[in-house]
Nanobody, 118 residues
Framework: QVRLVESGGGLVQAGGSLRLSCAAS????????MGWFRQAPGKERERVAF????????GYADSVKGRFTISRDNAKNTVYLQMNSLKPEDTAVYYC???????????WGQGTQVTVSS
């Protein structure tokens, strides 16, 4: 199994920045990609960014493109989400997830709250 632990959430003013971290442990060799998702109250969960385990391939939702950057540190088995120019609509619980194969994500963290005040 794989364990994912997020950290770095908090309260920030609009225009500010936060960096989320996701530390992976366990059978991480089974993971081929990692993603950051978010879910706001009353809204569906949305994938905001993903990165291949090699770090070569990344992708972003249109809503965060140009403001968020996903990266990874292989030595630390950690994936990051740098969030700049935050907006109140970025307020949500953010989750990291790992995918073994196929389109579905198999492993999930517990989530970290990000609140952006206007």
């Amino acid at each position: 199994q794989v364990r994912l632990v997020e950290s770095g959430g908090g309260l920030v003013q609009a225009g500010g920045s936060l960096r989320l971290s996701c530390a992976a442990s366990g059978r991480t060799l089974s993971i081929i990609a990692m993603g950051w998702f978010r879910q706001a109250p009353g809204k569906e969960r949305e994938r905001v960014a993903f990165i291949s385990w090699s770090g070569i391939t990344t992708g972003y939702a249109d809503s965060v493109k140009g403001r968020f950057t996903i990266s990874r540190d292989n030595a630390k088995n950690t994936v990051y989400l740098q969030m700049n120019s935050l907006k109140p609509e970025d307020t949500a619980v953010y989750y990291c997830a790992g995918r073994r194969s196929g389109p579905e994500y198999d492993y999930w963290g517990q989530g970290t709250q990000v609140t952006v005040s206007s």
